[in-house]
């Protein structure tokens, strides 16, 4: 079936780094663009990230432009998401989502379960 | 960026309707898509495009716009569509996407 599967989440320090990856499965990865979307404890989601389906375009929310770095390698069927430069306002649940098409529409139909990013000394 | 505006709850009594509203200026070049999301649960997509609902999600869902507000409304609403839902869409640039405030949905 369709799924994607986060995992590199974890507790690190201010000014640390992190990288997420993501696994698909059971769809033919490198026909579609992928997100990652990160919710705040208690709060909304907020997009972050996304790349088209070749990896030739990349867009950045403001909050993490500079500091974040997506990628993707469809040999591999993953998405990954490099966090430099950690902030405690960076804490949250960081989900990989599928966009419908191979380039970056705002609507996303697959979803991973999550992988959480805790930021704090 | 372009914000997205929601109400940030709404109440309807079970079987009957309620619609839910997204205000942003982006919403008048750019289609907006609507999420359900439950307590711990990764949100799923509910309708996107002009009007188009994936498989699986019931046809008591439906979206329309005018102007640069959204609307997602639920015929009938049932006592599992009680969750927060959320509309996203372009910003301006068209480059960047944004997420709306979020609206709770209670049904009583």
């Known amino acids: 079936q369709v799924q994607l599967v986060e995992s590199g989440g974890g507790v690190v320090q201010p000014g640390r780094s992190l990288r997420l990856s993501c696994a698909a499965s059971?769809?033919?990865?490198?026909?579609?663009?992928m997100h990652w979307v990160r919710q705040a404890p208690g709060k909304g989601l907020e997009w972050v990230a996304v790349?088209?389906?070749?990896?030739?375009?990349?867009y950045y929310a403001d909050s993490v432009k500079g500091r974040f770095t997506i990628s993707r390698d469809n040999s591999k069927n993953t998405l990954y998401v490099q966090m430099n430069s950690l902030r405690a306002e960076d804490t949250a649940i960081y989900y990989c989502?599928?966009?419908?098409?191979?380039?970056?529409?705002?609507?996303?139909?697959?979803w991973g379960q999550g992988t959480t990013v805790t930021v704090s000394s | 960026s372009s914000e997205l505006t929601q109400d940030p709850a709404v109440s309807v009594a079970l079987g009957q309707t309620v619609r839910i509203t997204c205000q942003g200026d982006s919403l008048r070049t750019y289609d907006a898509s609507w999420y359900q999301q439950k307590p711990g649960q990764a949100p799923i997509l509910v309708i996107y495009g002009k009007n188009n609902r994936p498989s699986g999600i019931p046809d008591r869902f439906s979206g329309s716009s005018s102007g640069n507000t959204a609307s997602l409304t639920i015929t009938g609403a049932q006592a599992e569509d009680e969750a927060d839902y959320y509309c996203?869409?372009?910003?301006?640039?068209?480059?960047?996407?944004?997420f709306g405030t979020g609206t709770k949905v209670t049904v009583l």
């Open positions: 996203n869409s372009r910003d301006s640039s068209g480059n960047q996407l944004v």
């Open positions: 989502a599928r966009s419908v098409s191979g380039v970056s529409s705002s609507a996303m139909d697959v």
């Open positions: 059971g769809f033919i990865f490198n026909s579609y663009g």
């Open positions: 790349i088209w389906y070749d990896g030739s375009n990349k």
